[in-house]
């Protein structure tokens, strides 16, 4: 009997049309199929669809048959993806179409490395990795390097995993606090007409932050980081004339930063500390004809050891599968609009 993990191929039989191949997946842990095969097996269908194949389940064996090279692809997806769902890794469908593009595109690729989890767990106690070989480079790219620009569409997952990231070195007291910031730039609104002081007007511009911070830690205990300043959570404006030592730090949003904004927080990094600057540079806010200071940064530093530019691209986005078709379809009308 195969083991849970390996499948078990079927020769081509002389009758079969050229091209033609067909194999077998058997998989004993009665949890690990369902958890591969989906509800109804839905997940299935998915790979069926992506590959191009028909696939069959019977009992613990599931059938491959089609075009050969798709019934090739289909078979490495779904031993990748039991190594990564016997490793504790929970997988969406998003994540099956991703494995599918990934091993096509490069072969010896294996999946549970880049699904790895990072050290760090959600609140609701699920484990968090990267759902990508984008994310998993920028993962890579944030435990090698002190300095990292995350690029890239909305939804791609640039601030989220900045936030576990903090959150396994502050755990691992490689910091001794994270520091969260954003640019408070209207966006469409303004600021005086929001009810408050200055520090309940920008509150607003730093939910999003708040929100990857709760998705990670129990409310009770981030709001104890908080108020302990082990977790601060600040405009980029309160930045200025500081020297941030010892921190995680992220700047969100960075597109909507000027070039002395930037300046000015690139500068504020002191020693032993790591900083993670996201943004989009195709969502600016700024003032008509004003460069935004993440663009520039990212032309200006991309030659400087030490400083790693990682970029996205709609590919990359883990939400809702329309984000992936908003994103390319604004995209489409830049490129010919700009022709």
């Known amino acids: 009997?195969?083991?849970?993990?390996?499948?078990?191929?079927?020769?081509?039989?002389?009758?079969?049309?050229?091209?033609?191949?067909?194999?077998d997946v058997e998989v004993t842990d009665r949890e690990l199929l369902l958890a591969l095969s989906g509800p109804n097996g839905s997940r299935l269908s998915v790979v069926e669809r992506e590959c191009g194949i028909h696939i069959g389940l019977r009992g613990q064996v599931i059938h491959l048959q089609g075009p050969a090279e798709g019934v090739w692809l289909a078979e490495r997806v779904l031993t990748e993806l039991l190594a990564v769902l016997a490793n504790g890794t929970a997988l969406t469908d998003r994540d099956l179409e991703a494995s599918v593009r990934m091993?096509?595109?490069?072969?010896?690729?294996?999946?549970?490395?880049?699904?790895a989890p990072i050290a760090v767990t959600a609140a609701t106690g699920r484990q968090i990795s990267p759902r990508g070989l984008s994310q998993r480079y920028y993962v890579q790219a944030i435990e090698a390097h002190d300095v990292v620009f995350g690029v890239g569409p909305a939804g791609t997952g640039k601030t989220y995993l900045a936030m576990a990231m903090a959150m396994a070195a502050l755990n691992a007291q490689r910091v001794k606090r994270i520091v969260l910031t954003r640019p408070a730039v209207e966006a469409g609104e303004r600021l005086g007409f929001l009810p408050g002081d200055m520090t309940q007007k920008v509150d607003p511009y730093l939910r999003p932050l708040y929100d990857a911070l709760h998705d990670m830690v129990p409310a009770q205990r981030a709001y104890g980081l908080i108020e302990r300043g082990t977790i601060e959570v600040a405009p980029l404006a309160f930045m200025r004339g500081r020297t941030l030592s010892d921190s995680f730090i992220i700047l969100d949003e960075a597109q909507n930063t000027t070039i002395p904004q930037m300046r000015m927080f690139l500068t504020r990094i002191g020693q032993r500390s790591k900083?993670?600057?996201?943004?989009?540079?195709?969502?600016?806010?700024?003032?008509?004809?004003?460069?935004?200071?993440?663009?520039?940064?990212?032309?200006?530093?991309s030659d400087i050891d030490g400083i790693s530019i990682?970029?996205?691209?709609?590919?990359?986005?883990?939400?809702?599968?329309?984000?992936?078709?908003?994103?390319?379809?604004?995209?489409?009308?830049?490129?010919?609009t700009h022709r």
């Open 275 to 301: 900083a993670v600057i996201t943004g989009d540079v195709t969502q600016v806010d700024l003032p008509s004809g004003t460069r935004s200071g993440l663009r520039d940064a990212v032309e200006l530093l």
């Open 310 to 336: 990682c970029s996205f691209t709609s590919a990359d986005v883990v939400r809702h599968p329309l984000v992936q078709r908003i994103v390319e379809a604004y995209d489409a009308r830049d490129v010919r």
């Open 1 to 23: 009997m195969a083991s849970p993990n390996v499948p078990a191929p079927i020769e081509d039989s002389a009758d079969q049309a050229p091209g033609v191949g067909a194999a």
């Open 103 to 115: 091993l096509r595109e490069h072969p010896q690729l294996r999946l549970a490395d880049v699904f």
